[in-house]
């Protein structure tokens, strides 16, 4: 199993940016595409975007297409999330999730490895 630590929420103003990061440990990292959702209160988790193992495919929700970018560093075993013009509608809880697979997915159960979240709050 592999172990996910995500770090870089926080509280923002509308128009800001933030960086998240997943620190991966455990389980070898090869071949594991990483992806991140989040989840609103009173809402279900969604999908947000999700990389694949070697990087050169990426996938995006469409409410979050062009302006955050998923990137990962294997060497470090660590994926990122950069959201830039944030705003109220992007407040919520971001996890991290990996999966045994090198192709990147939209869908959450087909992740098998998931962070414990990362707090987002982005004030108008």
């Known amino acids: 199993q592999v172990q996910l630590v995500e770090s870089g929420g926080g509280l923002v103003q509308a128009g800001g940016s933030l960086r998240l990061s997943c620190a991966a440990s455990g389980r070898t990292f090869s071949n594991y595409a990483m992806g991140w959702f989040r989840q609103a209160p009173g809402k279900e988790r969604e999908f947000v975007a999700s990389?694949?193992?070697?990087?050169?495919?990426?996938l995006y929700a469409d409410s979050v297409k062009g302006r955050f970018t998923i990137s990962r560093d294997n060497a470090k075993s660590t994926v990122y999330l950069q959201m830039n013009r944030l705003n109220t509608a992007d407040t919520a809880v971001y996890y991290c999730?990996?999966?045994?697979?090198?192709?990147?997915?939209?869908?959450?159960?087909?992740?098998?490895?998931w962070g414990q979240g990362t707090q987002v709050t982005v004030s108008s």
């Open positions: 990389i694949s193992w070697a990087g050169g495919r990426t």
């Open positions: 999730s990996g999966r045994r697979d090198p192709s990147p997915s939209t869908r959450s159960n087909s992740y098998e490895d």
